[in-house]
Nanobody, 122 residues
Framework: EVQLVESGGGLVQAGGSLRLSCAAS????????IGWFRQAPGKEREGVSC????????YYADSVKGRFTISSDNAKNTVYLQMNSLKPEDTATYYC???????????????WGQGTQVTVSS
């Protein structure tokens, strides 16, 4: 059974940093790319960043380029999202999911974590 468990969310002031973790189990970690998505109340879900742990291919949404960094630790079956220079508009519930790449973009499959809340105060 595929399991994805997010952690690391919280409340931070604008300009601050958080690191989210996505611990994966139930599938060959290095064979499936994983991505981070976020959804704020009343807004559509947005793809944030993805990584293919097999070859290091990454994707970033324009809104987070230069501020967020995605990485993976194959020994721990965990994907991280380092978020720096946080802005109030980054406030959302962040989810990790297994993804597939199509062109230069990544899209979620049906396997999702439960989400972790990130709140950035101004």
């Amino acid at each position: 059974e595929v399991q994805l468990v997010e952690s690391g969310g919280g409340l931070v002031q604008a300009g601050g940093s958080l690191r989210l973790s996505c611990a994966a189990s139930g599938f060959p970690f290095d064979e499936y790319p994983i991505g981070w998505f976020r959804q704020a109340p009343g807004k559509e879900r947005e793809g944030v960043s993805c990584i293919s742990s097999s070859d290091g291919t990454t994707y970033y949404a324009d809104s987070v380029k230069g501020r967020f960094t995605i990485s993976s630790d194959n020994a721990k079956n965990t994907v991280y999202l380092q978020m720096n220079s946080l802005k109030p508009e980054d406030t959302a519930t962040y989810y990790c999911a297994t993804v597939f790449y199509e062109g230069s973009s990544c899209y979620p499959t049906d396997d999702w974590g439960q989400g972790t809340q990130v709140t950035v105060s101004s």
